[in-house]
C-alpha cells in the first residue's frame, strides 16, 4: 500500500471512531488563526499527451491556478494537489509526469509562466506582483472519472493534531516503524463531476460539484 493511501486509511479510521463516539471531525477556524495564501484556480481540464519514445498517446488530467501572497511577510509554499475518486483511491499529483506534458499544456493554455510543483515550492514574496502561476498534473486515474474530488494543500499555516475519542492524539506508523501523530491541515476541497463515460471521454464537460470549502486533512 502506498504511503498516501496508508495517511488516507488511517484517517478514515479516526473519523469512524470519532462519529461512533458522536464526536465532530476536527474544522478549520471560522476565524484568521493562521497566514493563509490566495488561491485561484481554473477547472481542470483532460489532456492527451504522445510521449516521445511511445507508439500510444496517453491521457492526463491538469489544473492551472495562480498563487498570491497577501499576508505581511513571506510564506513558504510547498503544494500537495490530490485527486481522490468516489471509491477511494487517492492519487498525488506530479508524480513522474514527463517534461513533454507540462511544455504542451504551456502551449495550449497559451502561459510559458506555468510552473511545475517542483518549479513552485518555495518562498512566495509578498504582493499582487509577485503572485505565481502554477499547473498540478495527473496521470488520467480512470476512464470514467464520475464525481472527484481534489484536493489542495501548502495554501495555510492552520493545523491541528487529531485526537481519539479519549483526547490522545491519533498515531500513525511510517514504513520504518517510527511513530508520529496525525496532523491535519486547513485544506481547499474542490468537487466536480464528470457527468459522461467512458465511451466519449474526451467530449464530457467537467462540472463544479458544489461550492468550494475548507476542510481540516
Do not use: C
Amino acid at each position: 500500500m502506498s504511503r498516501p493511501l496508508s495517511r488516507l486509511m488511517v484517517l478514515v479510521v479516526a473519523l469512524l471512531a470519532l462519529a461512533a463516539d458522536g464526536r465532530a471531525y476536527p474544522k478549520p477556524s471560522a476565524y484568521p488563526i493562521a497566514w493563509q495564501l490566495k488561491f485561484e484556480y481554473q477547472i481542470p481540464q483532460r489532456i492527451v499527451v504522445t510521449i516521445p519514445g511511445s507508439l500510444t498517446a496517453k491521457a492526463y488530467w491538469y489544473m492551472t491556478y495562480t498563487v498570491t501572497n497577501l499576508t505581511d511577510k513571506e510564506q513558504k509554499f510547498y503544494p500537495a494537489f490530490e485527486i481522490l475518486l468516489d471509491d477511494g483511491r487517492l492519487f498525488r499529483s506530479d508524480n513522474n509526469i514527463p517534461q513533454v506534458v507540462l511544455d504542451t499544456i504551456r502551449i495550449r493554455e497559451k502561459r510559458s509562466t506555468l510552473e511545475s510543483a517542483t518549479e513552485i515550492a518555495g518562498i512566495i514574496r509578498v504582493g499582487e506582483d509577485q503572485a505565481r502561476d502554477g499547473v498540478a498534473i495527473w496521470e488520467e486515474p480512470t476512464v470514467e472519472m464520475g464525481r472527484f474530488s481534489v484536493f489542495v494543500g501548502g495554501l495555510s499555516g492552520e493545523s491541528t493534531i487529531l485526537t481519539d475519542d479519549a483526547g490522545q492524539p491519533v498515531v500513525k506508523t511510517d514504513k520504518d516503524g517510527k511513530k508520529d501523530p496525525v496532523v491535519l491541515h486547513r485544506t481547499l476541497q474542490l468537487d466536480f463531476h464528470v457527468p459522461g463515460d467512458e465511451k466519449f471521454p474526451s467530449l464530457d464537460k467537467l462540472r463544479p460539484d458544489g461550492d468550494p470549502k475548507w476542510v481540516m486533512r
